[in-house]
Every structure is written in structure tokens, then in C-alpha cells.
């Protein structure tokens, strides 16, 4: 059922584009840059819960070690394309990437799952290739809970702003500084000690509390071909127009990004270019599948944050648009962890074996139940550990091998459930033949399980060709 409504989803999402691209013929919307009058004024209006945060609000210190963070990582080889799958074929991503977060987080997004390095978390025992690499995730966690304090406050701020409901001036004078986000200086305290979460506000805490980041790394000139940005003309993209996925619903997205400009071509001097300057990075945004509100293009330099707040992502898109230097960027997010965390997948393992006893004198294994539910329940998670895990995991994932090897006991371990839960179908399969079974709890049990069977045997497929 899930399957069929992504599909149709999917299918929806691809007629409005085609039917907003032949709209537009040759016209293009129009966009704003902040070198335009009206950019604070539609932002303010159509983006106000974009909050930008120019790299001088941020501790020089933190700037430091997030920045060597990156270099260290990129010297190590620890940023890889993905290969993702978009309509049955297989993509590499022109981006580079690297998840990073709590141990046994996972994060999935177009049909790859991505298997976190886990950063130095108390009670876990993690090694790493070198104390270097150590050192880097430290600085991400380092990064993700300041960035977790600023979701928290500019929220509340947002809140309190949008409620009107104020009675200190010196707070409306604050909070107001959020509407005009590119001219701000220094709103945000270096101090955030004092910051802390109401009680009653669990939903808030909830939805900024990231549980992981994942870093790009990409340098235009390396590259062959890069899509150009269809509705606006904005130029070259290094990501294209997307809501990210996977996420708790309203959760904040929070990006640190770091472009390497002293390196690099310096901004275009050439200022009648109408629109953004193609040597900068930016990221575009526009109101999803709206043809009347102008996008925004919004420039990345060295340092800058900027943070998606409550259900932005899920009313606008955004892009990346590429400069000319090699660039960086941690993209911090509250990942929906109900279905993606090893904690999860082994629960479901422990529950499908339950099924299975062992004879104490003989040894030999039996099914407790072969009731429809029973099977069902069973052969689904048996498809989950092996295609969500088991495959996802060694497609791609022993890639990370270079930071750590933290992810190796835990496969091993669902590799033996999954050896378990084979030898479980081929009892359902003996147990079935025997005539002895009522004939109408047979046909049940029969019905479902080869529904099962024959989506993994096309799973098994799809992959043995991938």
C-alpha cells in the first residue's frame, strides 16, 4: 500500500512539472537576489521561516574546528557519490557525501539508505581510522548542538513574532530582526547558556533536536555537466529542486556552509549580470508548484548559516545553486528514526523469531504458529532486515570502513537473524505441504506468504542487476 501511494505521488509530482514547464514555454519566473528592492520585503512575506545567519554571529572557534573538520575528511577520502535510484535507474550524485550522527542512525533518501559515523557519544564504544577523523566528528557534534540551540531560539522567536503576542518592547525590537534576516548583525547571543527549552514545549525540543548531519562536498570545475535550474534560469545546480525527505514532520533543517572562496574565483565584478552572480554559491528557494510568487536566490559565503523552520520545507523547495570554488556544507536534520535506527531493526528480528522454538532433546526447529498473521508478520520483517539493511549496507555502506568499523558487529548480528528467518520460510514451506492442515487456514497462510516470496524474489533481482 505505501509503495502504490509513493508511486502515485511520485507520478503526480512529475505531471505538475511537466505541466508548470510547459507553461512557462521559454519564460522564465522571475527571482530575486538582495540586490534587488523588493528581496526583503517577499521574504518577509512569502519566506519569512528561511532565518539566515551571516558567518560573523557564529564563535570564531567553532568556525575553526568545523572548518578543519571538512579538510580533514576531504584528506581522508571520506566523502563518496551516492548512487541513488530515481524511476528503476541507478544515479551518481554529483554531490559527494558523508552521514554522520548518532550511533546506529541511519538516513534514507531516493531509495538509499546511508549508515551514520557515528560521532563520539558517551556510553559507546567507537573506534576510529585515526584520532583525526575522531576529532572531525567531534567538531559536527561540536556544530549540531549549537545549531540545535539556534533552531530552538529562533522557533521561539518565530513564535512569539508571528502570535503578536508581546509585551516587552525590547523583544518585539529582537524579534524583528528575524524578518530581515541578510541585514541582521550579531542577533544571536555568543553566549547561549541561558538558553533553554519550556517545559510545555516538548513538540519544539522534538523537532530541533538532531539526530544527525549530512555533509556535502562538491567542486564545480571537476565537473563535466551540471543541470541548469529550469523555472528562473538561475544557472548552474548543484542539487536540484527538492523537499528533503525522511525527516520528522515540521522538523528544523539547519545548514552550515563553507565555501572555499580564497581558493577560488572571486566574485564577478561585472555587475549588470541581471540575477545571481554565477562564481558565488547560493540556495534558491520557491514556493512549491506556484508560478505568480518569485523564488529567491540567496548567496553562501564562508561561514553563513541558515535554518528551515517548522513546515517550510514541506511548503517550499529549495536548490542549490553552484559557485565556481569547492564547497562544503552540514546539513543538520531530525531524521524519522521509527523505521531507521538498529535499535528498531533488531526489536523486529527478536519479534519475527519468536516464531521459532527449538526441541530440547532433538535440537530441531519448529514453527510455533502457522497462522496467516503470524507468517505475514515474519516474512515481512525477513524482506525488511535483508533489502532495507543487509543489501543497503554492503551496496554501499562498507565504504565507511575508512572512518570506523562500529557498523560491523551490528551486521553480523542481523546476518544471523536473517540466517535464522531463512530456515523459518523453509519450515512455513515443509509445514504447508502437509495435508493435515485445515484447508481454509492453509490457503490463507499460502495466499500471503507467496505474495511475500515472489517481492523477494523481484527484490533479489533488482539488485543481483544493480
Request: negative net charge; hydrophobic residues 35%.
Amino acid at each position: 500500500g505505501g509503495t502504490m501511494k509513493r508511486r502515485a505521488g511520485e507520478r503526480e509530482k512529475e505531471l505538475k512539472k511537466k505541466k508548470l514547464l510547459e507553461e512557462l514555454g521559454e519564460n522564465r519566473l522571475p527571482y530575486l537576489t538582495p540586490a534587488d528592492a523588493d528581496f526583503h520585503q517577499l521574504w518577509k512575506t512569502k519566506y519569512s521561516k528561511l532565518i539566515f545567519r551571516k558567518s560573523d554571529t557564529v564563535p570564531e572557534e567553532l568556525h575553526q574546528m568545523v572548518q578543519e573538520s571538512f579538510l580533514t575528511l576531504r584528506e581522508h577520502n571520506c566523502f563518496f557519490q551516492d548512487l541513488v535510484r530515481i524511476k528503476a535507474r541507478d544515479f551518481l550524485t554529483p554531490v559527494s557525501r558523508i552521514l554522520i550522527g548518532n550511533p546506529g542512525c541511519t538516513y534514507k533518501y531516493l531509495n538509499t539508505r546511508l549508515f551514520t559515523v557515528p560521532w563520539p557519544t558517551e556510553g559507546y564504544d567507537i573506534k576510529y581510522c585515526s584520532p583525526q577523523i575522531r576529532d572531525a566528528c567531534k567538531a559536527l557534534m561540536r556544530l549540531n548542538d549549537y545549531l540545535h540551540i539556534e533552531a530552538v531560539k529562533a522557533s521561539q522567536g518565530q513564535n512569539l513574532f508571528e502570535t503578536k503576542e508581546i509585551k516587552d518592547t525590547t523583544v518585539i525590537d529582537r524579534e524583528q530582526s528575524f524578518a530581515t534576516p541578510l541585514t541582521e548583525q550579531g542577533a544571536v547571543s555568543k553566549d547561549q547558556r541561558g538558553v533553554c527549552v519550556p517545559e510545555d514545549d516538548r513538540s519544539l525540543k522534538k523537532r530541533t533536536s538532531y539526530n544527525l548531519t549530512l555533509l556535502n562536498y562538491m567542486d564545480p570545475l571537476q565537473m563535466l555537466y551540471l543541470k541548469q535550474e529550469p523555472y528562473f534560469g538561475m544557472g548552474s545546480m548543484a542539487v536540484s529542486w527538492h523537499h528533503d525527505e525522511n525527516l520528522v514532520e515540521r522538523s528544523a533543517v539547519a545548514v552550515y556552509s563553507y565555501s572555499c572562496e580564497d581558493s577560488a574565483v572571486e566574485e564577478s565584478s561585472e555587475q549588470e549580470l541581471k540575477g545571481r552572480d554565477p562564481a558565488v554559491w547560493h540556495v534558491g528557494l520557491k514556493v512549491a508548484w506556484d508560478i505568480e510568487t518569485p523564488g529567491l536566490a540567496i548567496p553562501l559565503h564562508q561561514g553563513d548559516i541558515y535554518l528551515m523552520l517548522d513546515d517550510l520545507n514541506m511548503t517550499h523547495q529549495h536548490c542549490v545553486l553552484a559557485g565556481l570554488s569547492p564547497r562544503f556544507s552540514s546539513t543538520h536534520r531530525v531524521a524519522d528514526s521509527s523505521r531507521g535506527t538498529l535499535e528498531y531493526i533488531l526489536e523486529q528480528c527478536e519479534l519475527a523469531l519468536q516464531n521459532l522454538q527449538t526441541d530440547s532433546d532433538s535440537m530441531a526447529l519448529s514453527l510455533k504458529s502457522l497462522e496467516a498473521a503470524v507468517v505475514k508478520q515474519v516474512e515481512e520483517i525477513h524482506n525488511e532486515v535483508e533489502f532495507e539493511w543487509l543489501r543497503q549496507f554492503w551496496f554501499q555502506g562498507k565504504r565507511y570502513l575508512k572512518c570506523t568499523d562500529w557498523w560491523l558487529k551490528p551486521m553480523a548480528k542481523l546476518e544471523e537473524f536473517w540466517r535464522k528467518m531463512e530456515i523459518m520460510t523453509s519450515l512455513v514451506l515443509s509445514e504447508v505441504r502437509k495435508e493435515q492442515q485445515i484447508e481454509e487456514q492453509r490457503n490463507e497462510t499460502i495466499s500471503c506468504f507467496l505474495l511475500l516470496l515472489k517481492e523477494r524474489q523481484k527484490l533479489r533481482k533488482e539488485w543481483t542487476a544493480r
